[in-house]
């Protein structure tokens, strides 16, 4: 095919994902409810997004390292309390919070008001974890710390012990 000709075809590019305000998938974990907006099946598994909203007196995860992933954390509305090791941040609605891997950490809404944050998780790895702690709760039963470990241990994640 000549220059010419192909500078005649049309260009495809990627296929462009949009998420409406009432699309995504929703994962339910107890108080918190979480919005897939992306699961990484847009970009090549590189990242993935969620916005959760945190009931009042919320309490998060245990605190936990992540091994393969990158976790942030863009607070949409309310006051999130971050642990990192023994540090706590309440961080308010404009504030990102970003946790590298290795990193020991847990969250939590402490306020009486609903909190809502973007979440990133480069790569996409942790996606999955939702869904399969989801599945451990059906039966509206509260998540637990050990079912949180527990889950959290198929994908290169596990609680920061030395900090209990």
Request: net charge negative; proline share 9%; aromatic share 6%.
């Amino acid at each position: 095919m000549t220059e010419e000709a192909k500078s005649r075809e049309p260009q495809t590019y990627p296929a462009v994902s949009v998420v409406g305000p009432g699309d995504g998938e929703t994962i339910v974990l107890g108080t918190t409810h979480m919005r897939v907006l992306e699961d990484g099946s847009h970009t090549g598994h590189r990242l993935a997004i969620a916005e959760s909203v945190l009931a009042p007196h919320t309490q998060g995860p245990p605190q936990h390292r992540h091994a393969r992933h990158d976790e942030g954390f863009y607070v949409l509305s309310g006051t999130v309390r971050f642990t990192v090791g023994d540090e706590d941040h309440d961080v308010t609605a404009g504030t990102l919070v970003m946790v590298p891997p290795g990193t020991p950490h847990s969250f939590a809404n402490l306020t009486g008001q609903p909190a809502v944050m973007l979440s990133t998780f480069t790569p996409d790895l942790y996606v999955q974890y939702f869904r399969d702690l989801q599945e451990v709760l059906v039966g509206g039963r509260p998540p637990t710390p050990q079912a949180d470990i527990d889950v959290m241990s198929r994908y290169a994640t596990e609680p920061a012990t030395d900090l209990t």
